[in-house]
């Protein structure tokens, strides 16, 4: 019925911001959180397409800088990388830059000056959303797995095994719950707080000079002294 009711053209409503220091207080940490989310989405891409994008890195958050800029200057919400479409770029195998150019002014005169594809996107039954995100994540996760493989992660440090099973615990499991950490009238999900929580613990944490490793056993010696004994 929503979409049937909603017009075929509209303008979207236009605010002009209003500078005040207690919000910008409020929203800076949550902008070096999405950073370092942002990092961690560049990383994840450069396994996928498997080329190097960490030169481009500045160039990247610029952008999504200027982006947020732009859009809360005509009272639009803060823009950021979503983990979603690397699941997209992951699935389609479609790596092109052409390719979100397009899709990005499509979303931008389809999606802002036609209310009723609005209406028609929030009519997918959520069953279906559920099975794409699903999806989705199921091959971010498979890619950051991949990720710790290829670069040579020793676990037999407990060092290791403690950040990633704290971030690993509290990313899915805030995410599972629904669990935010409100920061005034904002508030910092899951992915977020797991990021910044491994951040943290990377920079408090012991290195393996101060006890933290558990190297396995090396049994070299041994095997000479048996070896040599038989002789």
Known sequence: QPVM???WIGLPTLTFPKFEVGAILIIAP???VVIIEHIGHLLVVNEIVGKDFT?????SLMGDGLATA??????????????ENIGVMAVTRVYATQVFWYAGAL??????????LKF????????????ISLLLFGLIASSGLRMLVESGIDYGHSRNLILSSVVLVIGIGMEA?????PLGDYVLPGMASAT???VILNLILPRESKGLAVDSPDFSGELQVEAAGRD
């Open 5 to 7: 009711e909603a017009a």
């Open 30 to 32: 949550v902008a070096f």
């Open 55 to 59: 030169p481009m890195l500045p160039e």
């Open 70 to 83: 732009l859009s809360a200057a005509v009272g639009g919400t803060p823009s950021t990388t979503y983990a």
């Open 107 to 116: 979303a931008f005169l389809i999606g802002g000056f036609v209310p009723k």
């Open 120 to 131: 028609l996107i929030q009519s997918i039954p959520v069953p279906v959303m559920g099975g």
């Open 177 to 181: 719950t629904g669990t935010v950490i």
């Open 196 to 198: 910044l929580l491994g």
